[in-house]
């Protein structure tokens, strides 16, 4: 994939303040299933499987079907932190979920990639 490309697809994936959340939420608590992701979320479990099924060019399931980040996936998480570490009570506070905070986490994505 070319740079154009990555960039719209971190665009596209990363839009969405739920991926970001899902993200943060792996790089601090590791390996997590659907549903002990979708209960960390307050969201269904349909939901949560539709936003993990768009992350799948940054996770990978282990053997007991958790799912985990993988190289790309640390990646983003360095990208949307800014190369902070932040506990997951920190991000989620940043992130909402409306619009406002929507491309807030693309601005830091786009912002990220230029620099670079």
């Given at each position: 994939m070319n740079l154009k490309g990555s960039q719209e697809k971190f665009?596209?994936?990363?839009?969405?303040p739920l991926r970001c959340?899902?993200?943060?939420?792996l790089r601090a608590n590791?390996?997590?299933?659907?549903?002990?992701?979708?209960?960390l979320l307050?969201?269904?479990?349909?939901?949560?499987v539709y936003h993990l099924d768009n992350l799948n060019d940054f996770i990978k399931k282990d053997k007991k079907h958790r799912y985990l980040l993988n190289e790309e996936g640390m990646k983003a998480h360095?990208?949307?932190?800014?190369?902070?570490?932040l506990?997951?009570?920190?991000f989620i506070t940043v992130f909402s979920d409306?619009?406002?905070?929507?491309?807030?986490?693309?601005?830091?994505?786009?912002?990220?990639?230029?620099?670079?």
């Open positions: 665009h596209f994936v990363f839009k969405h959340f899902i993200v943060d939420l590791g390996a997590l299933n659907s549903s002990e992701l979708s209960n307050s969201i269904n479990l349909g939901r949560c360095k990208l949307l932190l800014g190369q902070k570490t506990k997951s009570k920190s409306n619009h406002e905070n929507e491309s807030l986490c693309t601005k830091r994505i786009s912002l990220k990639l230029v620099q670079e």
